[in-house]
């Protein structure tokens, strides 16, 4: 929904300038100018309550996220409009795409953190939490084990797979892009083999219709979030090094954003 969101807004940008109600260098396209450039510079109040002790009282971190992230996505926008989509001079394209790509990497690295909050061991006693509301000793999935016992070989093996230990970058790309694959087809596979247990159930007991999908519902959400969890344990180190390589990549366009911007700035006042 953000990505949608904010591809909208481009869009929508777009539109507006395409229609020529100001330009660039005109007081409206000024000020555009002016007022996302503002923008971005507040950006870095973020930083600065994270890193400086004397802003750590000034509220929640997650509320200055949050306004963070709102401001890495206005500024950048009102920068587009300012531009109308149009490049006049080299240091304006290097502040320009500077700038398109640290609220890229900010959104992307937004995703990334969101995945790593909990850590390895976190997502692991999530699971242990899950697995034990969900009955893995007793309760509804030991019964659906013994209505079908391919079932529990299964997930086991999937667990055993995805959490094979790779330090290298291979193992990286395989748990984000392979790994969701592999659960897939394993899936699907475990629906196939309930399939006829749960019909064969249905008929003993003469269940009613809305009882028979009703179960095969919840039987297929306990086999899914039981796979879900799994990977989420899985992938979270990979998340963790894309994180690290993630700021690796950021923090350079930032300060490459802030000069460039810089000169832009006494440029247009100077000529």
């Not at 777009?14 to 100001?22: A, P, T």
């Not at 007022?35 to 200055?64: A, E």
């Not at 992307?108 to 242990?128: A, C, H, N, P, S």
Request: aromatic letters at 12%; glycine letters at 8%; one cysteine or more.
């Amino acid at each position: 929904m953000l990505y949608a969101l904010i591809t909208a807004l481009v869009l929508g940008v777009w539109k507006i300038s395409s229609i020529g109600l100001f330009k660039a260098g005109d007081d409206v396209g000024y000020w555009l100018g002016v007022s996302g450039g503002v923008m971005m510079l507040f950006i870095f109040l973020y930083p600065l309550r994270k890193h400086i002790r004397f802003f750590h009282r000034l509220g929640q971190m997650k509320g200055w996220l949050v306004v963070h992230m709102a401001l890495g996505i206005g500024g950048p926008l009102l920068i587009l409009a300012h531009s109308t989509f149009h490049i006049g001079s080299l240091n304006a394209a290097v502040a320009l795409y500077s700038m398109l790509i640290v609220a890229g990497s900010g959104i992307v690295g937004r995703f990334v953190y969101v995945r790593i909050t909990r850590g390895v061991q976190g997502e692991k006693d999530q699971l242990r939490m899950w697995r034990d509301r969900a009955g893995w000793d007793k309760g509804d999935m030991r019964s659906l084990f013994k209505l079908v016992p391919s079932l529990e070989t299964r997930l086991v093996e999937f667990e055993s797979f995805a959490l094979t230990e790779d330090p290298g970058w291979h193992g990286v790309v395989s748990r984000l892009f392979v790994l969701p694959w592999a659960e897939w087809r394993v899936y699907r596979t475990c629906l196939a083999e309930m399939d006829a247990p749960m019909r064969a159930l249905a008929e003993k007991n003469q269940w009613h219709a809305y009882d028979r999908v009703r179960r095969n519902r919840n039987a297929r959400v306990l086999v899914r979030k039981d796979m879900d969890a799994v990977l989420r344990v899985a992938q979270v180190s990979a998340y963790e090094r894309l994180f690290a390589l993630w700021h690796v990549a950021h923090i350079p366009f930032v300060y490459l954003l802030i000069i460039s911007a810089i000169v832009h700035v006494i440029a247009v006042h100077a000529y």
